[in-house]
DNA sequence: TCCTTTATTTTGATTATCAAATATTTTTAA
DNA sequence: TTAAAAATATTTGATAATCAAAATAAAGGA
């Protein structure tokens, strides 16, 4: 419609795939080259408490457990997590995280700490609040028109 | 750090999800069954202009041309673009909609409007242009922090 | 004309993913 | 209390998306 309009939607799709990018890149060229940005999102979502269900973590990545089963396949054969039945009841596997997919894990939350910390830091008090507001407008844009899709948790 | 921290990160961690799930999903249970998120990504990127190269669009995509060979032919397929070759110089493919194409990519030009649309909606003037201008900042972080994962424009 | 560059496609992998089938254990209900 | 149903996970058999390297074809010099 208007140039506000243009200007916003190319500054979101930009920023929406600078992030993809370099979420995908920033560990190829880092200090973890054997790992994928799958692979962190499950360490993420594994790490997320000190022991989780396989149904759990699932249901958090949104996999099914066919695919989960297989990525912590791979994670435990790469070292970053571990799996062992439960003895209360013997159908659930509890997974969790090794010292090496800890480490994973506090260097993702790192990557968001400072991206996060380089947007406030070049931000005045107001701009703050208004990114802030205007992204919370995004969020609940989202969660109202496409309830039926989000509603998972 | 301190709540700001948080509550971005938040904010970008679930709005960054929601979209991915969204796209993903809005056409699955849509108008348009038979096409996937990637093949409208394809589909807008191809849209662009009246015709686009081959290579053009596959540095848009940032994908391999032999990436972009097995999608277009998927789009072919699938009746959403088609393809020649130039008169001028027979090596370049072009790549263009069909109509039905151009009716998928305005659908989702359609969803990007609605979706900016939202956020402008109750902002002034004044707040619009803060806001445009904090993302501006956002993005130029992203360019400058991670230059050689972006640079390929 | 032959060599090099450019534009694309083909080939042969790998990764991520799903749905359906199978296996095991627990819960329920007759 | 035991047979059927439900819950939890894994295995199997596909398909999507993707890449790098090899092959193809055309253009542009030297």
Same mark, same amino acid.
Do not use: C, P, W
């Given at each position: ?12 799709? #930009? ?12 560990? !190829?060229?880092?200090?973890?080259? #054997? ?38 396949? !791979? ?49 005045? #008090? ?10 919370? !407008? ?6 109202? !028109? ?8």
């Amino acid at each position: 419609m208007d140039k506000s309009y243009s200007v916003l939607n190319q500054l979101l799709v #930009d920023i929406f795939n600078d992030i993809l990018l370099i979420e995908q890149n920033a560990l !190829k060229s880092g200090e973890l080259s #054997d790992i994928s940005i799958t692979e962190v999102h499950a360490i993420e979502a594994i790490g997320k408490s000190s022991e989780r269900t396989m149904g759990e973590v699932a249901q958090d990545l949104k996999v099914t457990m066919g695919t989960l089963t297989i990525m912590v396949d !791979k994670l435990i054969r790469k070292g970053y997590a571990e799996r062992f039945r439960s003895e209360e009841d013997r159908r659930v596997v509890f997974v969790r995280l090794t010292k090496k997919g800890e480490l994973v894990y506090k260097l993702h939350e790192r990557f968001h700490h400072e991206m996060i910390r380089s947007i406030i830091e070049g931000l005045s #008090d107001e701009e703050e609040k208004i990114l802030i507001s205007s992204l919370e !407008k995004l969020k609940e844009f989202f969660r109202k !028109k496409y309830d039926l899709i989000l509603r998972k948790e």
